[in-house]
């Protein structure tokens, strides 16, 4: 997972602190600070769904939810920060997210069963 933090006038907010919580087990998978591009990476999360919280001083809390990610995908989270208290949070779905920008990649899931075309009838 990687992504940018910026305010809402579009500047790099470096410093803030991203942490992603597992939603299954409820735990703490990573946690980075922005660099002062406001660029954040955490490499290696296994597959799952996840969710991130970016914060920093002076601004609204952002809360993405329900960020799915498949084996050896990796999303792009971009974070924009609103100004207020800390105490708020903003919070974003990350639903449904098919064209992945990072690696080219155009994905889907099936379910369902497959049939042999020979024994169908």
């Known amino acids: 997972m990687r ?3 910026t305010d809402a006038s579009g500047a790099f907010a470096p410093g803030a602190e991203i942490t ?3 939603v299954a087990t409820n735990i703490k ?3 980075a600070t ?3 591009q406001g660029n954040y990476e955490m490499p290696g999360l296994k597959p799952g769904s996840y969710r991130l919280n970016a914060s920093l001083a002076g601004f609204k809390t952002f809360v993405v939810d329900d960020i799915r990610l498949a084996s050896s995908q990796v999303r792009r989270v971009d974070v924009v920060l609103q100004v207020g208290a800390v105490e ?3 919070t974003v779905s990350a639903r449904g997210a098919a064209i992945e920008t990072e690696q080219g990649k155009i994905a889907a899931e099936f379910v369902g069963e497959r ?3 020979a ?3």
């Open 115 to 117: 049939y042999d075309a």
């Open 34 to 36: 922005s660099d002062s």
């Open 88 to 90: 708020s949070e903003v």
């Open 119 to 121: 024994t169908w009838s």
């Open 20 to 22: 992603v919580l597992e």
């Open 29 to 31: 998978a990573r946690v």
């Open 3 to 5: 992504g940018t933090v």
